[in-house]
């Protein structure tokens, strides 16, 4: 089954991730073994999964996740939906 995936990082920053073997993957991140990024930031820990059917979808989804700010991440690992709107908008251009 696909995954995406989002880990606290030691260092409190997070991390995403897509895998079709999400047991695989988080003891691979957990011995150093995983993504260079958290390798140097150990330990981590996972805060936020989602499932998918196909692993395209889960691969769009991370992506989409890691173009996000903080503030957009955080209400998602804690389940703020409604907030996921307002992080995503984006200024309007003033009238000058």
Known sequence: MPYLY???CA????????TTDLDRRLAQHATGEGAAYT???LPVKLVYVEEYSR???????EKQIQNWG????????QGRIADLQRF????????T
């Open 6 to 8: 989002i880990l606290e």
């Open 11 to 18: 260092d409190g920053t997070t991390y995403v991730g897509s």
């Open 39 to 41: 390798r140097r930031r």
């Open 55 to 61: 692993i395209d979808d889960a691969f769009t989804r």
């Open 70 to 77: 903080r503030a957009k991440r955080d209400a998602l690992i």
């Open 88 to 95: 995503g908008r984006r200024p309007r251009p003033r009238n």
